[in-house]
């Protein structure tokens, strides 16, 4: 157990492999497992059970939560998923009002069919998710940040409330990565990922988390996992170790990046709102100051209505237009039309992701070029109006 964050990335979990030596954990790239008689073997069966690679994947992602158990899927939303089915008929989940859009999709258009239900709580406003607790809530689910205006939750105090309320507290940690928040030193019961982000950080490959303290609990979503299968192979939790070896260097870059573009962003004049955890008039700074080591690297703003936003995703030539964040590359995407497309506008409208807003994703560029690109871009979307 390495207790400094920088040296458990790389040296935490099950460090190598002890049959070879190798520095890396191989890549098991194996089904099955000759067994040594009927009842015998060495501790693996069947590799949606346990596989060699994974399981040093699950250690690794425990220790650096502060957890005692890892699970890894396929996606993120396997993750969310598999969670998601510890809930039975008559249940209730209640989750953050700009919670990630395929959660919420899941939510609606898979749960609800089989008698789960979820309600829409202003999670940034304890006595508000107070209010809406009845009998038949089960758990929080929660962002802090959430995607995609960054608004952040008091992850101790929503976490007391469901305990008040035997519920459990569910918190989605991919904006932050462990490295810049543990939820589960927060009060959380379960800290899921989509390690597609930060985590893996190369933009390489589709994969999810989740860890946990309590031992029962754990035994339950171990069960679900290997009962819905939703695990990544062999090969992608390999690149998933690899890529969290320098999850902590990458991080600095990535925040130090987002402070300087955030102040950029700041002070143009073609810039109506910016939505950034770090800057202090951002909502919940103190909150998440006192929970997080910074504001992490997650940033949405909005252009003023004479910029023509279709311009401006045109006109960007280093920063590219896609779904998704956290790789080595800068990205942007245009919420209303690509995460969040999912939810219906009027849901969209009410909770500030409208048609104008822009999310980015600084990557580990030089900081000067992100935002010269930024810059040229802006010029051009007002230029052609
Ligand atoms: C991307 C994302 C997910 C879904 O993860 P996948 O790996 O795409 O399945 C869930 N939560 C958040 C906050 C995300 O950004």
Redesign the pocket.
Known sequence: MSSNFETAVIHGGIYGDALTGAVNTPIYQTSTYEQQGLGENRGWEYSRTGNPTRTALEALIAELEGGRHGFAFG???AA?TTVLSLFAKGDRILISSNV?G??YRVLDKVFRHFGIEYQIADTTDPDAVEKVFTEDVKAVLI?SPA?PLLTITDIRKISEIAHEHDALSIV?N??MTPYLQQPLKLGADIVVH?A??YLGGHSDL???LAVVNDDDLAERIGFLQNAEGGIPGPFDSFLLIRGIKTLAVRMDRHVGNAEKIAAFLSENKAVKNIYYPGLPAAQGYEINKAQARNGGAMMSFELYEEYDIRTFFKSLKLVALAES?GGVESLVCHPASMTHASIPFEVRQKVGITEGLIRLSPGIENAEDIIDDLQQAIEKSEARK
Request: charged letters at 15%; hydrophobic letters at 30%.
């Open positions: 996606s993120g939303l969310i990630y395929g959660t962002e995607n989605d991919t904006f989509s597609t982000k589709v994969a999810g964040l």
